[in-house]
């Protein structure tokens, strides 16, 4: 009798505490790059991008690639802050294609 209440219970033990152990942030909704940078990046670098607080760089002229932008962003670089604390990997995705369209 013991074994089935074992059986029982382990499917419930499973998903109570598998699976997440990385403390990744998720994205919570649907992913705008446009607002992750309004939320993240709008105070040193401006709605256009060009803001340059601290010596932030233009995005509007930046040609740094992509790869190493989300490098960047994930990481930090002087004084931008490291973002991986609070953006998913997709969200720095989708603001790394939101960045395209600060580019005239
Ligand atoms: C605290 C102010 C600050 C915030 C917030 C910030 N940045 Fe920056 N960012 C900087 C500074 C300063 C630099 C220049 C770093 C250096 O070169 O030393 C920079 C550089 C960059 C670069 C490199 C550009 C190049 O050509 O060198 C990218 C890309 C970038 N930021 C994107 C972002 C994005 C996207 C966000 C929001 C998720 C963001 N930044 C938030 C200050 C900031």
Redesign the pocket.
């Known amino acids: 009798m013991r074994v089935y209440y074992f059986l029982f219970f382990l499917p419930a033990l499973f998903f109570s505490c598998g699976g997440n152990t990385s403390r990744k942030p998720e994205p919570t909704g649907p992913i705008s790059g446009k607002d992750?940078?309004n939320a993240?990046?709008v105070?040193?670098?401006g709605d256009d991008g060009k803001k340059g607080?601290?010596?932030?760089?233009d995005?509007s002229k930046?040609?740094?690639d992509k790869k190493t932008?989300f490098v960047?962003?994930k990481d930090g670089?002087?004084?931008?802050?490291p973002?991986k604390a609070v953006?998913a990997d997709q969200e720095i995705y989708a603001?790394?294609e939101f960045?395209e369209t600060l580019k005239k």
Do not use: P, R, W
């Open positions: 992750i940078y993240n990046c105070t040193c670098h607080t601290l010596g932030a760089a995005l930046s040609m740094m932008q960047t962003i670089k002087g004084a931008m802050a973002m953006m603001v790394i960045l």
